[in-house]
């Protein structure tokens, strides 16, 4: 599967409280989440996007993994 970023992307992942997810983006980071996240539809069930600070998210981000269920 083809992932790419619009240029100028930022991205962060925040777990607050324990439980609550916050993804907060910029306009290119939303539209990058939105095209990677309509690619990973079309791909077969427990393909996954692996995002973290090494090299999708910002700095102090916590790890996602956004999976296709069947």
Do not use: C, P, R
Not at 28 to 50: D, F, K
Request: glycine residues 12%; negative net charge; charged residues 25%.
């Amino acid at each position: 599967m083809k992932i790419g970023w619009v240029d100028g992307f930022t991205i962060e992942v925040k777990v607050e409280g324990g439980a609550t997810v916050v993804i907060s983006a910029n306009k290119e980071g939303l539209i990058s989440l939105a095209q990677q996240l309509t690619a990973l539809a079309y791909e077969s069930a427990g393909s996954h996007i692996h995002y973290d600070a090494y090299d999708s998210l910002e700095d102090g981000s916590a790890e996602m993994i956004v999976e296709k269920k069947g």
